[in-house]
Nanobody
């Protein structure tokens, strides 16, 4: 059974940094594509970063490119999101997601919810100006 548990969200001032973590459980983690989505109040969930099963391919939404970095540790079944130069508009609930389907690497660039069958409970990030 796949379970995802995020941690690391908190309140921070604009310009600061945070590192989100996601602990995964289940078999064959090293075959899953992973990602981070976020949802701000009144808005739809949006993909911000995805990473291939091997960790060698990543995609980012334009809004976070150059500021956020996604990485993974397959040995420890972990996913990370390093967030730098945070802005008030980054305020949202951040979700760790997993695509365990075959050929998931083909869906990475879409940054779409399609294919991501497993979601964590979310962790809140609040950036104040």
């Amino acid at each position: 059974q796949v379970q995802l548990v995020e941690s690391g969200g908190r309140s921070v001032q604009a310009g600061g940094s945070l590192r989100l973590s996601c602990a995964a459980s289940g078999e064959n983690y090293n075959k899953w594509c992973m990602g981070w989505f976020r949802q701000a109040p009144g808005e739809e969930r949006a993909g911000i970063a995805t990473i291939s099963s091997g960790g060698d391919v990543t995609y980012y939404a334009d809004s976070v490119k150059g500021r956020f970095t996604v990485s993974r540790d397959n040995a420890n079944k972990a996913l990370y999101l390093q967030m730098n130069s945070l802005k008030p508009e980054d305020t949202a609930t951040y979700y760790c997601v997993a695509d365990t389907g075959s050929r998931c690497d083909l869906r990475l660039s879409r940054l779409s919810t399609s294919g991501y069958s497993y979601w964590g409970q979310g962790t809140q990030v609040t950036v104040s100006s």
